[in-house]
Antibody, heavy 119, light 106 residues
Framework: EVQLVESGGGLVQPGGSLRLSCAAS????????MSWVRQTPGKGLEWVAN????????YYVDSVKGRFTISRDNTKNSVHLQMNSLRAEDTAVYYC????????????WGQGTLVTVSS | DIQMTQSPSSLSASVGDRVTITCRAS??????LVWYQQKPGTAPKLLIY???NLQSGVPSRFSGSGSGTDFTLTISSLHPEDFATYYC?????????FGGGTKVEI
């Protein structure tokens, strides 16, 4: 069974930084695009960023461009999200998600990690 | 960006009811649409991809239809475990966007 386990969430002050990690197992990690998706009570589900199998392509939602960086380590089956210049509106549960081979949707999700940006 | 609008935002139903949820895209997305189910405190779960294809392991009482801008998710006979929130998502073009969700309540 596919396993995706996020870590790194927590409380951070506005303007601060946080690095999320996702450990993947039980599937050929280097064969898949990977994404981060966040969820807030107010804005619902929002795709944040994704990264190609070999890390050569990365895409971001406009609201995080220039502040967040997605990366992956195929030797360690992990994907990361470096979040800088955090704002209150970045407060959310962040999910690591595997994109389907068939298309740009998510066939496996982690349990999520909560990021709270507050002073 | 493609906007996804779901209706209703919530509905009340009983076990055994037929339930239909609608999702509308702000532009033509062909059949590039998926549906998820989410229960409180858990991650979304993929139900249907490419508008009408059932994900492996999903009960056949779930079905999807539509193309272009208008899509529906139907639960033919509601089971107790189906009370949850349902989301659509377009996979046509980035940024990938979701509908606001439909909460199915008892």
């Amino acid at each position: 069974e596919v396993q995706l386990v996020e870590s790194g969430g927590g409380l951070v002050q506005p303007g601060g930084s946080l690095r999320l990690s996702c450990a993947a197992s039980e599937f050929p990690f280097s064969d898949y695009w990977m994404s981060w998706v966040r969820q807030t009570p107010g804005k619902g589900l929002e795709w944040v960023a994704n990264i190609k199998q070999d890390g050569s392509e990365k895409y971001y939602v406009d609201s995080v461009k220039g502040r967040f960086t997605i990366s992956r380590d195929n030797t360690k089956n992990s994907v990361h999200l470096q979040m800088n210049s955090l704002r209150a509106e970045d407060t959310a549960v962040y999910y690591c998600a595997r994109e389907s081979i068939r298309g740009s949707y998510f066939d496996s999700w982690g349990q999520g990690t909560l990021v709270t940006v507050s002073s | 960006d493609i906007q996804m609008t779901q209706s209703p935002s919530s509905l009340s139903a009983s076990v055994g009811d037929r339930v239909t949820i609608t999702c509308r895209a702000s532009q033509n997305i062909n059949t590039y649409l998926v549906w998820y189910q989410q229960k409180p405190g858990t991650a979304p779960k993929l139900l249907i991809y490419a508008s009408s294809n059932l994900q492996s392991g999903v009960p056949s009482r779930f079905s999807g239809s539509g193309s272009g801008t208008d899509f529906t998710l139907t639960i033919s006979s509601l089971h107790p475990e189906d009370f949850a929130t349902y989301y659509c998502q377009q996979t046509y073009s980035p940024p990938l966007t979701f509908g606001g969700g439909t909460k199915v309540e008892i």
